[in-house]
């Protein structure tokens, strides 16, 4: 059914124009159609990352978006240059090297949006 469609990342925020400046500036999305007042388009690599505007904002405890990335360290550094803390958390199997957790070959960072959106980089 759906193993071959498209899908699109949704995120919730309080503050539309807030959440702009960061995935505009501090993430660097490139903004696609806006389809609504309210809400916010972006492309990122093949996939769409939809940002809209929700009184549920921020109640997500869990990851909300992951990119794969080829050098998670320069990510890191890269957003943290931009004010990004990242998130610290004590997983099984999983060390942390400054901001990165590692598990085997793969490495992830977590930080989270002004809205406490839990967003991801990993990579190998």
Same mark, same amino acid.
């Given at each position: 059914m759906l193993k071959d469609k498209d899908a699109t990342v949704t995120i919730p925020v309080k503050d539309i124009e807030v959440a702009r400046k960061f995935y505009d500036e501090t993430v660097g999305l490139e903004r696609a159609q806006n389809a609504q007042p309210g809400m916010l388009s972006y492309k990122s690599g093949g996939s769409?990352?939809? #940002?809209?505007?929700s009184r549920f904002a921020g109640t997500n405890k869990a990851t909300a978006a992951t990119w794969e990335v080829g050098d998670v360290e320069r990510e890191v550094s890269l957003l943290?240059?931009?004010? #990004?803390?990242?998130?610290?958390?004590?997983?099984?199997?999983m060390a942390r090297h400054g901001d990165?957790? #590692?598990a085997g070959d793969m490495k992830a960072a977590w930080f989270k949006?002004?809205?406490?959106?839990?967003?991801?980089?990993?990579?190998?």
């Open positions: 769409t990352v939809m #940002v809209y505007q943290k240059e931009k004010g #990004v803390a990242f998130e610290h958390y004590d997983m099984p199997d990165i957790h #590692v949006d002004p809205d406490g959106n839990i967003l991801a980089i990993v990579g190998r």
